[in-house]
């Protein structure tokens, strides 16, 4: 398949994609130093260049994404062990501002935005494995946004209410369960194949384009905003010492 050919209408789409601001998440942007590391944006805006999202490629990008939903994942799992123990009432307010985090720079931005705006329309036309996904993961997005959901509710009061706790232990466990193998499918087969169908020239307007929509809806700072606040919930929780989870020997 004609690769220039088969993507070719990519530049109309993006200039015709319309994006929206959601104000409960302006604080997630990655900042234009780190995307222009070498250059300031007065000089660029001076010489008439074109501002580019230099070093971090739409796909490496995606993939880094895809590493601050782990780490909430990884508080999910962690969290769910907690709840078994009695401990609910110190889980609650990290647990919200948990989900909060994957509502906003996962459902909302990553998936919503990206996955289902621009990758699977594309890898549902091409040949190949990839192309039997999208349906898929779009269906599990759909289903994560109904836990995501369940779990803002329940872990909004300070109190968790009678009978509540086994049910919201299982919304997690799956959550972390169907996102593990959601992630990683596309991590291998999915990305790759969106960036194989894509000329260098295309990859980079899609490079642009990813940097404009994050910058719209979420302003300056947006990924280290993201690790700042993932961060401070796995302290707040006692999950932030790496080296706590390291392997113990095997024994004989």
Not at 57 to 77: K, N, P, T, W
Not at 165 to 174: C, D, G, T
Request: charged share 25%; proline share 2%.
């Amino acid at each position: 398949m004609n690769r220039r050919n088969f993507f070719g209408g990519i530049g109309s789409l993006s200039a015709g994609l319309i994006l929206s601001v959601n104000s409960r998440v302006s604080g997630f942007s990655r900042t234009q130093s780190e995307s222009h590391p070498s250059r300031s944006t007065n000089s660029m805006q001076a010489s008439g260049e074109q501002i580019k999202h230099e070093g971090i490629s739409a796909v490496e990008d995606l993939m880094r994404e895809h590493g601050i939903l782990r780490r909430v994942l990884f508080v999910y799992s962690e969290a769910a062990e907690k709840l078994r123990n009695g401990d609910a009432d110190a889980l609650l307010e990290n647990l919200h501002k948990a989900a909060g985090l994957f509502r906003s720079f996962g459902e909302d931005y990553h998936e919503k935005k990206l996955e289902e705006t621009f990758i699977f329309p594309a890898i549902k036309k091409s040949d190949g494995e990839a192309s039997a996904y999208p349906d898929i993961l779009i269906t599990q997005h759909s289903r994560g946004r109904q836990i995501t959901d369940y779990i803002l509710a329940v872990t909004q009061n300070a109190k968790l209410n009678a009978g509540k706790s086994e049910k919201l232990i299982q919304a997690a466990k799956s959550m972390v369960r169907m996102y593990r193998a959601h992630a990683s499918r596309e991590d291998t087969v999915v990305f790759p194949a969106w960036k194989d169908i894509l000329s260098e020239e295309q990859l980079d307007e899609m490079n642009e384009k990813f940097e404009e929509i994050e910058h719209q809806m979420f302003g300056e700072d947006g990924f280290e905003n993201a690790v700042r606040q993932i961060a401070s919930i796995e302290t707040e929780l006692g999950l932030n010492d790496l080296s706590k989870f390291t392997a113990g020997p095997i024994t004989k």
